[in-house]
């Protein structure tokens, strides 16, 4: 195995498990303080996912072996990152819905703009979608902050 593809699956199986953990952590924490449904703290998940995510791109850059990493390559690393992290979490929050507290999923149903017709595999799916979204644009982002800069040649005064 090429060091490339052992760092490809290390580093995003890594900070994709800190993802999952911080995430699921973070919702637990809400839920026993009873803060689950102030929405404006899921800001705070975000925060979760770019703190990782940045450290798995700058994890990625100092190992690599390449003296130069593309935007593709980079993204790559993001988006598995973020894929590990916020599909465990999804899985997650698919199974404390329906098995753990049924109470709260049937609270969700009523509260939120879904009509009352949502089951928690549904709403974890739209958990999901919008967590890789917003990754995947904060993942563009991180790699134009952490992106090496370009130096010029200094030219000769004649």
Known sequence: MSTFDKL???IPTKNGLFIFGGLTAFFLIMRLVGLA????LRAFNFLIVIVFLRNAIISFRENSSESYQSFNTMFMISVRTCFIGIGL???????YLDQID???MDKLAVNESFGGQITAVSASFIVFVEGMISSMA???VLIQLLKSKTVEAKTQKK
Do not use: G, K, M, N
């Open 8 to 10: 490809s699956r290390t």
């Open 102 to 104: 049924q109470p709260f």
């Open 37 to 40: 449904e102030t929405y404006w």
């Open 89 to 95: 979490f999804a899985i997650f929050l698919a199974i």
């Open 138 to 140: 904060a993942s563009f």
